[in-house]
């Protein structure tokens, strides 16, 4: 499986993005789907998880309320819809794939390359 993020950029705080994960290879359908970030001289951690059929959602404390994870299995694409953005926001921002739903990294299998998003206060 191959995952391309795209959708980075420069937002002002209060500003919106959406990022978007295209899955290649096959479908991925069957896995979990998760965005993780990792700031500048910090380590990467989870940011939200998505179940295979897209009816359960789990999200880190600091983006509860304002991003929202979604996915579109017919596309083989999985979204992450950030609103409110804050200057700690910034960070590179990566999507995975696995067999669990889990806030560790070492659940997932694949990982996409990473979208840049900065948010200037």
């Known amino acids: 499986v191959q995952l391309q993020a795209s959708g980075g950029g420069l937002v002002q705080a209060g500003g919106s993005l959406r990022l978007s994960c295209a899955a290649s290879g096959r479908a991925v359908s069957r896995d979990v789907m998760g965005w993780f970030r990792q700031a500048p001289g910090k380590e990467r951690e989870f940011v939200s998880a998505i179940s295979q059929s897209g009816r359960t959602t789990y999200y880190a404390e600091p983006v509860k309320d304002r991003f929202t994870i979604s996915r579109d299995n017919a596309r083989n694409t999985v979204y992450l819809q950030m609103n409110s953005l804050r200057p700690e926001d910034t960070a590179v921002y990566y999507c995975?794939?696995?067999?669990?739903?889990?806030?560790?990294?070492?659940?997932?299998?694949?990982w996409g390359q990473g979208t840049l998003v900065t948010v200037s206060s």
């Open positions: 995975a794939a696995g067999p669990t739903v889990s806030d560790i990294q070492r659940a997932y299998e694949y």
